[in-house]
């Protein structure tokens, strides 16, 4: 059974050099939901994934952080790369974008390296995350750090696996989640 988002909209969160392999799997699958996905980076018309382990292929950014508003989006996934997360971590519409998910409670995705974006705002002390027990930053939010894999806490869903189909099934099943408790 496929999962349906019609008529959501969704944003993925990259910079360049995020896992490639995590965001096309993820785009894919979110598409075929009927589900309006918007890409969106600091980067401008392209970002560069990181595949393996070299630089990937380049893909369309639809929107700049700087012009992007978390009030757009109904669901929002933060996809992992250690270099597009780093680049993120650095860009203070990210915090604002994190922010805005966390107060509105809307349902929030964080893949591998991209939960420590979570860490930027300042308010997941007390929630549960799937991330590195041993990350200083995660360490300092007060959030209650757990290995992994997955790590569901109200609306925030936390992975911490490289099995890329395992991933996705958890997404959808997070977001039909989120979305059968906003139309409630």
Known sequence: MT???????IV??????????????????????GAKITTVSPE????????????GHYFPVDQHIGDALGSDFDMMVLVGGER???KLAGNPHTKRMVSHFLDAEKPLVALNEAVTLLSLPGKVS????AGDV?????????????????????N?????????ASEVAAILEHLATGRQLAAA
């Open 84 to 86: 597009g997360v780093a």
């Open 3 to 9: 999962t349906s988002l019609t008529g959501l909209s």
């Open 12 to 33: 993925l969160l990259i910079a360049n050099g995020f896992n490639e392999g995590e965001f096309t799997e993820i785009q894919r699958t979110l598409m075929k939901t």
């Open 156 to 164: 925030l869903l936390t992975i911490q696996s490289h099995d890329v």
């Open 44 to 55: 401008k018309s392209v970002a560069n994934g990181w595949f393996e382990n070299g630089w």
């Open 134 to 154: 041993t990350d200083p930053a995660l360490a300092a939010t007060g959030a209650q750090i757990t290995a992994g894999p997955v790590v569901v806490d109200r």
């Open 126 to 129: 007390g929630r549960h995350l």
